[in-house]
T-cell receptor
């Protein structure tokens, strides 16, 4: 059973476009939702994260939108650049003893010049 | 450089070999993790260590054997692996297990079983 569903699997946009990656979760106990960015040959690195008490968080060109009632959250990349080409993973975790991160399958983003 | 170092970066081994993956973190974290990353699959959590105690083993076959001698080092001992075990093995660490917090990943070991 996949607890965090991520879509699309791959995405191609032109430079300056706004790619949007979506994730949906099932476990209402999740209370931390990070996005990780992974370049080829590297491990994932934390990009931005949100808690369910806010509906949006922005850091530079990256924005997370969070819809608690729909149990969905998404990553938007404003003014995308070729250097943003990477695989993006959403994840979720809950506090307490079950706090391990559950990852989505990943979205391979390609930003064309 | 994330502060989590994995060696080797690449490993090719036969099904009858025994090898070990090493992970070292310099961040003062007290939780360490092994993940398996296969193509088109989510990152799969394999093992969790908190304060050197294994607190989770997600139904991982016994041919994978973790070891955490101290809070800075984590090993994954491999023996009699199968070709389907070929994957990127990622180590991560965090300040504490349980509760939200940033996990720092190493660059991974690309394992190929022949």
């Amino acid at each position: 059973q996949q607890q965090v569903k991520q879509s699309p699997q791959s995405l191609i946009v032109q430079k300056g476009g706004i790619p949007i990656i979506n994730c949906a979760y099932e476990n209402t106990a999740f209370d931390y939702f990070p996005w990780y960015q992974q370049f080829p040959g590297k491990g994932p690195a934390l990009l931005i994260a949100i808690r369910p008490d806010v509906s949006e968080k922005k850091e530079g060109r990256f924005t997370i939108s969070f819809n608690k009632s729909a149990k969905q959250f998404s990553l938007h990349i404003m003014d995308s650049q070729p250097g943003d080409s990477a695989t993006y993973f959403c994840a979720a975790s809950s506090g307490g003893s079950q706090g391990n991160l559950i990852f989505g399958k990943g979205t391979k983003l390609s930003v064309k010049p | 450089e994330t502060g989590v170092t994995q060696t080797p970066r690449h490993l090719v081994m036969g099904m009858t070999n025994k090898k070990s993956l090493k992970c070292e973190q310099h961040l003062g974290h007290n939780a360490m993790y092994w993940y398996k990353q296969s193509a088109k699959k989510p990152l799969e959590l394999m093992f969790v260590y908190s304060l050197e105690e294994r607190v989770e083993n997600n139904s991982v076959p016994s041919r994978f054997s973790p070891e955490c001698p101290n809070s800075s080092h984590l090993f994954l001992h491999l023996h009699t692996l199968q070709p389907e075990d070929s994957a990127l093995y990622l180590c991560a660490s965090s300040r504490k297990r349980g509760g939200p917090g940033e996990a720092f990943f190493g660059q991974g070991t690309r394992l190929t079983v022949v």
